[in-house]
């Protein structure tokens, strides 16, 4: 496949759909980059999917640092970007800053950042030293003590409100591309139109410009994880679990 660049993936808006998969390492961005999707995200969801923790807050900028380095060694192309883990950025712009300068030489192409209007100081600041941000609203999980889980937000008209406030906000601040996640269908659908940076959904229907989902789910490797806008394009988990008998068998007879 091509180099996939940032100019490319915003030139989809509302011509193209974009695809994004969320990996964490060399092996898995490999088959990614053969199967030409457009972006690889190194998430913070590393902390539940690697680590088994209950929320993404214990992760480290080191950890997410480290991943982003396995998964760029395993793929080149698509375009590569690295979450901002708790911790590393609400303390201060300078701090956000030299976190996301960590991620980019560890071989992100664009970082991503949980919130809105709060963190418009930092998009701005990084945007005009060439850091390319992608934004993430609605159901952001570095917020789940606050909203006390992972409920789909955007329920009330009041929610709905602020969900689309913040995606503008973002958009103001320079902000490349807006993850918009847990939010109904419709919102969704209007947040699109009303910006002019391609949207990346996530369980938010299919009106955005382009979907992301964790590669681990998609192959099905959870057969406990079976949220309604999930599909599964694989059964991993009974597969994997099934081949691994049998080299027990074999093994052992």
Avoid: W
């Amino acid at each position: 496949m091509m180099k996939i660049t940032l100019p490319k993936l915003k030139s989809k808006k509302g011509t193209e759909k974009i695809t994004m998969v969320t990996c964490y390492d060399a092996t898995f961005a490999r088959l990614v980059e053969k199967a030409e999707i457009d972006s690889i995200l190194v998430g913070d969801s590393l902390g539940m999917v690697i680590k088994g923790e209950e929320n993404t807050l214990n992760v480290s900028l080191d950890e997410v640092a480290h991943h982003v380095s396995a998964v760029k060694r395993g793929a080149q192309n698509p375009f590569l970007i690295a979450d901002m883990p708790f911790g590393s950025y609400q303390s201060s712009v300078e701090k956000g800053i030299e976190s996301a300068v960590r991620l980019v030489k560890a071989g992100a192409e664009a970082v991503k950042i949980e919130g809105g209007s709060e963190v418009s100081p930092l998009i701005s600041a990084l945007v005009s030293f060439g850091i390319p941000v992608v934004a993430h609203v609605g159901l952001t999980p570095q917020y789940v003590n606050k909203f006390g889980g992972f409920a789909k937000r955007g329920k009330s008209e009041k929610e709905r409100q602020f969900i689309m406030d913040s995606a503008l906000a973002v958009e103001k601040a320079g902000a490349d591309m807006i993850v918009l996640e847990g939010i109904p269908e419709t919102l969704a659908a209007e947040i699109t139109k009303k910006v002019k940076i391609p949207t990346i959904g996530i369980g938010a229907g299919t009106e955005t410009d382009g979907q992301v989902l964790v590669i681990y789910d998609l192959l099905g490797m959870n057969a406990d994880f079976n949220p309604s806008f999930l599909k599964k394009y694989l059964n991993l988990d009974s597969l994997v679990t099934n081949a691994l008998k049998e080299y027990r068998k074999d093994v052992t007879k």
